[in-house]
């Protein structure tokens, strides 16, 4: 019988790492179908918690926030799409562009949450193929709504999601949970509440660590 995991999955839609990491590990999922039942929930985590509404150029983003030059990031992005393409995830070539607030989305991905394991994880996909895989801003509710909509979601009930505040609180304190727990950057994935697995990993790595952890 498949041993039953509990899996966290803390992660920003503003991270091309996060897109690779889940990719990845949905695929070491369907590999390992056999050993393992996991129960997968997205939790939310900010990189940029105080990104102002107009956002950021990309560029000068990470030069400020990591100091690396436009060389070094080309390499950094040419490195990201090849992993992107290894775990079936397609970056825009051309990047992002702009790094924008993703709170609103975090609001809607724990809307999609309570509504079950499957939609929150297809509006997950939906955000991240509108940010990184078309350079679309996840802050704009035309864009969040459209997302919504590929997920197969109720657009009505997510607009008024938008509109008002709700589950702000929840958003909130959730990321504050996973930082007091010593959550500093994401990926992360947190297996039965105690195993730690930093980083977009290979799915074979996650494979591995899925598979000792239902035998053990």
């Given at each position: 019988?498949?041993?039953?995991?509990?899996?966290?999955?803390?992660?920003?839609?503003?991270?091309?790492?996060?897109?690779?990491g889940l990719a990845a590990l949905e695929q070491a999922?369907?590999?390992?179908?056999?050993?393992?039942?996991?129960?997968?929930?997205?939790?939310?985590?900010?990189?940029?918690?105080?990104?102002?509404?107009?956002?950021?150029?990309?560029?000068?983003?990470?030069?400020?926030?990591?100091?690396?030059?436009?060389?070094?990031?080309?390499?950094?992005?040419?490195t990201i799409r090849a992993r992107g393409a290894a775990?079936?995830?397609?970056?825009?070539?051309?990047?992002?562009?702009?790094?924008?607030?993703?709170?609103?989305?975090?609001?809607?991905?724990?809307?999609?949450?309570?509504?079950?394991?499957?939609?929150?994880?297809?509006?997950?996909?939906?955000?991240?193929?509108?940010?990184?895989?078309?350079?679309?801003?996840?802050?704009?509710?035309?864009?969040?709504?459209?997302?919504?909509?590929?997920?197969?979601?109720?657009?009505?009930?997510?607009?008024?999601?938008?509109?008002?505040?709700?589950?702000?609180?929840?958003?909130?304190?959730?990321?504050?949970?996973?930082?007091?727990?010593?959550?500093?950057?994401?990926?992360?994935?947190?297996?039965?509440?105690r195993h730690l697995i930093s980083g977009g990993q290979?799915?074979?790595?996650?494979?591995?660590?899925?598979?000792?952890?239902?035998?053990?």
């Open positions: 019988m498949p041993t039953p995991l509990k899996i966290d999955f803390v992660s920003d839609i503003a991270c091309p790492w996060c897109a690779i999922l369907a590999r390992s179908q056999g050993a393992v039942q996991a129960t997968l929930r997205l939790q939310p985590f900010e990189l940029n918690p105080d990104m102002p509404p107009e956002g950021e150029d990309l560029t000068e983003h990470l030069t400020r926030k990591y100091g690396s030059t436009p060389a070094q990031q080309a390499q950094i992005q040419a775990a079936g995830f397609a970056f825009k070539p051309e990047g992002r562009g702009r790094i924008v607030n993703t709170f609103d989305a975090h609001r809607l991905l724990h809307w999609a949450g309570l509504q079950g394991e499957a939609p929150q994880l297809a509006l997950k996909r939906a955000l991240l193929a509108a940010y990184h895989g078309r350079g679309e801003r996840v802050d704009q509710p035309g864009v969040l709504l459209a997302a919504v909509r590929a997920a197969g979601l109720d657009e009505a009930r997510a607009g008024a999601v938008l509109a008002g505040g709700e589950y702000a609180d929840a958003v909130r304190a959730a990321e504050q949970q996973w930082l007091r727990a010593g959550i500093q950057s994401v990926p992360a994935v947190v297996i039965n509440d290979p799915a074979e790595v996650f494979e591995q660590a899925l598979r000792q952890l239902a035998q053990a």
